[in-house]
């Protein structure tokens, strides 16, 4: 019976190692997302070159600047959705295969990539998603047409529950912190 015993928790044991396509299919994706944000930076940097033109007319410089602005933000939540991806499967493979050792041993090695529970990939990623989320709503904002005071109100609304929920992610941070040194 121990020996069935043995035999089975080996193979529970083992099958941690499934994470590995999680892993694998994480860094790919982020990689991609590096790849396609790089990539549009590039293009909206080449078609800016008109844009000191005195050719161009008032209107088509603040359409041309309105759009660029709109890109630059799309580059920025590319960038930080790879950067999602990136925590998320490093973060998978210390949890679940095993700790980094050169990232460890690494004065470089910034806390945000070193994972020890479940607990602290979870807030880590939240941090990133609540950036994105902000970028979107920026993005967003810029392009909404405020054809009523209401339309103000909504605005302001909207920014005031992104400070709540900054303000709220920071207090829970500090909440945590002074209760890891107790």
């Known amino acids: 019976m121990k020996t069935i015993e ?9 099958s941690r190692f ?5 892993v694998i ?3 790919v994706s982020a990689f991609a997302m590096f790849y396609m944000a790089t990539i549009d930076a590039f293009y909206m940097i080449t078609h800016l070159g ?5 050719e161009l007319s008032a209107d088509a410089r603040n359409a041309l600047r309105g759009v660029s602005v709109t890109h630059v933000v799309e580059i920025i939540d590319g960038y930080l959705l790879a950067t999602v991806l990136l925590i998320f499967a490093l973060g998978l ?6 700790p980094i050792d050169v990232a460890m041993n690494s004065a470089t090695a910034s806390n945000v990539l070193l994972i020890n529970s479940l607990d602290d990939l979870k807030n880590r990623l ?3 998603i609540l950036m994105i989320l902000i970028v979107k709503f920026f993005e967003h904002a810029i392009s909404m047409k405020f054809a009523t005071p209401l339309d103000l109100l909504y605005l302001s609304g909207g920014i005031a529950l992104i400070g709540l929920a900054l303000y709220l992610s920071h207090a829970g941070e500090s909440h945590a912190a002074h209760s890891k040194e107790k």
């Open 6 to 14: 043995h035999l089975f928790e080996s193979a529970l044991w083992k």
């Open 18 to 22: 499934v994470v590995l396509f999680a």
């Open 25 to 27: 299919a994480s860094l």
């Open 50 to 54: 008109g844009y000191a033109s005195p």
């Open 93 to 98: 493979y210390e949890l679940f295969i095993s």
């Open 126 to 128: 939240a941090k990133v």
